[in-house]
């Protein structure tokens, strides 16, 4: 039997009399057990289907029980105690990845933020040059492909350490739109605009210069220091980039460098 019957009798008969119906005492007991036959009473002599977590203040998670629940008789973790375990560890290896990304770019003057959002961090950059955006993104290991671009912001995903590191670009987009209005040969590469008129730099400081070929894809060809061999740019940046447009060159002929 279930022994909240009585108090439900007693519930239900107040409100009945209240009601002035007669004969509250019958009503009242045909509708607790009417109640209790449809699985609408609460049982407090059997165990609860569903638990309550609870964080210790010492860490971790512990099952709430409430004075006529028995507790959970079994030491082992329950299915809902090691998904809590889980979730907390992810928070504290996002943490530590957070700790460690500020401590590597916090001076970087672009760098912004960093911050952690449940098992996964964010990362804000504030760039103006669109040529920095690749050196971010090998550092992230976030894909060309695996970008979002907004109107102020271009994002995209990786990974360290195992944890998800979500970066925002802010301004990029405007950056991209003033080197494509500005460069006087433009070709676009994995988000990246480069002015082959412009001799390139690359990160040894040898120059390479554009001389109007192309490969059969499109895919412009370059020479170093006027050499006659052409190598593709994709390649060029493959192995010596990133490249940085050289605007200038000094009355000596050595290049002055600026950014595209």
């Not at 409100?15 to 109640?35: C, F, N, P, S, Y």
């Not at 512990?62 to 375990?85: H, K, M």
Request: aromatic share 6%; with cysteine; net charge negative.
């Amino acid at each position: 039997m279930n022994k909240n019957i009585p108090h439900a009798v007693k519930a239900i008969r107040e409100v009945l009399q209240e009601a002035g119906v007669a004969d509250a005492d019958t009503a009242a007991t045909r509708t607790a057990h009417i109640l209790d036959k449809a699985g609408l009473l609460v049982r407090i002599d059997r165990p609860r289907s569903g638990l309550v977590m609870r964080r210790k203040p010492t860490g971790g998670w512990t099952q709430q029980a409430g004075e006529a629940l028995d507790p959970v008789p079994d030491p082992q973790l329950t299915d809902l105690e090691q998904q809590a375990l889980a979730w907390d560890q992810a928070c504290q290896r996002a943490q530590a990845v957070a700790t460690g990304i500020h401590q590597m770019i916090s001076e970087h003057p672009e760098f912004q933020s960093v911050q952690v959002d449940g098992d996964r961090v964010l990362v804000s950059l504030h760039i103006t040059d669109q040529s920095r955006w690749p050196a971010w993104r090998a550092h992230f290991g976030i894909t060309q492909e695996g970008e979002q671009t907004l109107p102020y912001v271009v994002g995209g995903d990786g990974y360290r350490d195992g944890v998800r590191v979500t970066v925002l670009a802010y301004d990029l987009p405007e950056a991209r739109a003033r080197a494509l209005k500005s460069a006087k040969r433009p070709f676009q590469l994995d988000g990246t605009v480069y002015d082959l008129a412009l001799p390139q730099r690359d990160r040894d400081g040898d120059l390479w210069y554009f001389q109007g070929e192309s490969a059969e894809d499109g895919m412009p060809l370059l020479s170093m220091d006027g050499r006659p061999e052409r190598c593709r740019l994709a390649n060029v940046l493959g192995h010596v980039g990133p490249l940085v447009a050289v605007r200038t060159a000094t009355s000596a002929g050595a290049p002055e460098g600026g950014d595209a």
